[in-house]
């Protein structure tokens, strides 16, 4: 019997260790497939018309878009953003976060609009 435990512990740890190498690296499950998209109230860049984000999603798939005129990060990937734009039917929605609109359009009008809404 004192055999036999050794035996089982390593069993289970091979099963599991096998079950790990067998998943699928690239598939990344996400914790908001399928829920719905939270309610974000904002201003419409143009407009200045109060709009709720999830209604201008008219039931196609959408890419939201944070970004902001002082953000490095969001002028490294505004072009990869003009390119989804250009190249696909997404519908693409922009959020200002934490800036002025003539900075904003000022940025817009330097790199490009490739948003749908903003």
């Known amino acids: 019997m004192k055999k036999l435990i050794p035996l ?13 190498l067998n998943s699928n690296k690239d598939e990344l499950p996400s914790p908001l497939l399928g829920k719905m998209f939270p309610v974000i109230e904002g201003k419409d860049f143009y407009t200045d018309e109060t709009i709720i984000v999830a209604d201008l999603f008219d039931n196609k798939m959408s890419l939201v878009n944070v970004w902001a005129s002082w953000c490095t990060t969001c002028r490294k990937e505004h072009q990869m953003i003009m390119n989804i734009a250009k190249n696909t039917d997404l519908q693409i929605i922009g959020i200002d976060y934490k800036d002025t609109r003539e900075n904003g359009a000022q940025y817009l009008e330097i790199m490009g609009n490739p948003f749908d809404e903003i």
């Open 8 to 20: 089982i512990v390593f069993v289970i740890i091979a099963v599991f260790l096998f079950l790990s």
